[in-house]
């Protein structure tokens, strides 16, 4: 992730794009590990926040849709569109 550094801060040259750690129990990690290795599972961020100087993220396990629940979805969005548009023509 790219962190610019505040530079009123102080004037040291720090690498926006360095590694980070990541400030979790081992079987948590190896936890995420796993079940990312597993297919259809991902690593999603949440959300970036700062605390106490700290720059902290919540991440959550997803996993993708299947190719039905994406038809679903478009059929909806569609439909939805498409009632719109009916009620702006009155």
Do not use: C, W
Not at 11 to 31: A, F, V
Not at 36 to 57: C, D, H, M, R, W
Request: no cysteine; net charge positive; charged share 40%.
């Amino acid at each position: 992730m790219h962190v610019t550094p505040f530079t009123e801060a102080y004037d040291k040259k720090i690498d926006p794009t360095r590694t980070r750690k990541l400030l979790l129990h081992r079987k948590e990690i190896s936890t995420l590990i796993g079940k990312k290795s597993q297919a259809g599972f991902t690593i999603v961020p949440l959300s970036i926040y700062e605390k106490n100087g700290l720059v902290k993220i919540e991440i959550a396990l997803a996993k993708g849709k299947k190719l039905y629940d994406k038809r679903e979805s478009l059929k909806k969005k569609d439909d939805k569109r498409r009632i719109e548009r009916a009620l702006k023509n009155y």
